[in-house]
């Protein structure tokens, strides 16, 4: 079976501070995909990024950027001089192999509030 | 715009009657999905289909029915089964390979009174 955890339920940063998502996943599967995704207050879920097992280099878009450690089974989440239009929910979430299907493992979400 | 859409925003439902959420996507794909959302326990999924006429339950289908009857449409029917349907409801979306990632509607906020 396949588990997401992330461990921090709320962050609270001022704008333009550095803030880090922490996501430990755990899966028997030699491949594998992790996301991201945000929730903003209207409720749908926006992609944010895939990282498939087998790549791990970093990433870098924009502001944010992503961190995935096989070793240490983690996919961290960074978002450099963060601004009140990032506050929502993080989702990190994983998918194993299932055919012709993509269904998703969540965690169980960190809320981030950016206020000024 | 193509894209994902729940209907409706807000339904509220006495015990002991089945509702049924819609879900409309023009995006072509050929997977859906039925995720629930409950504060504090993130998404769990209820349903998915992969194709059409087709579905297979996911980890939490108990009190709950999918059809397929249609690419573009995917409903949810929630029964008098379902003991606790208080939730927030997410369709998503998906082309027909794995690992893809997946377009979600705006939800469906489903309260029992």
């Known amino acids: 079976a396949q588990k997401v955890t992330q461990a921090q339920t709320e962050i609270s940063v001022v704008e333009k501070e550095d803030v880090t998502l922490d996501c430990v996943y755990e899966t028997r599967d030699t491949t594998y995909y992790l996301f991201w995704y945000k929730q903003p207050p209207s409720g749908e879920l926006v992609f944010l990024i895939r990282r498939n097992s087998f790549d791990e280099q970093n990433e870098i878009s924009g502001r944010y950027s992503w961190n995935f450690q096989k070793s240490t089974s983690s996919f961290n989440f960074t978002i450099t001089a963060s601004q009140v239009v990032d506050s929502a929910v993080y989702f990190c979430a994983l998918s194993v192999n299932t055919g012709t299907a993509s269904k998703l493992t969540f965690g169980t979400g960190t809320r981030l509030q950016v206020t000024l | 715009d193509g894209g994902i859409t729940q209907s409706p925003k807000y339904l509220f439902r006495k015990e002991g009657q089945n509702v049924t959420l819609s879900c409309e996507q023009n995006?072509?794909?050929?997977?859906m999905y039925w995720y629930r959302q409950d504060p504090g326990q993130g998404l769990r999924l209820i349903y998915y289909s992969q194709i059409v006429n087709d579905f297979q339950k996911g980890d939490i289908a108990e009190g709950y029915s999918v059809s397929r009857e249609k690419k573009e449409s995917f409903p949810l029917t929630v029964t008098s089964a379902q003991k606790n349907p208080t939730a927030f409801y997410l369709c998503a979306s998906t082309m027909g390979m794995a690992f893809t990632e997946a377009f979600f509607g705006q939800g469906t906020r489903l309260t029992v009174v």
């Open positions: 995006l072509n794909h050929d997977a």
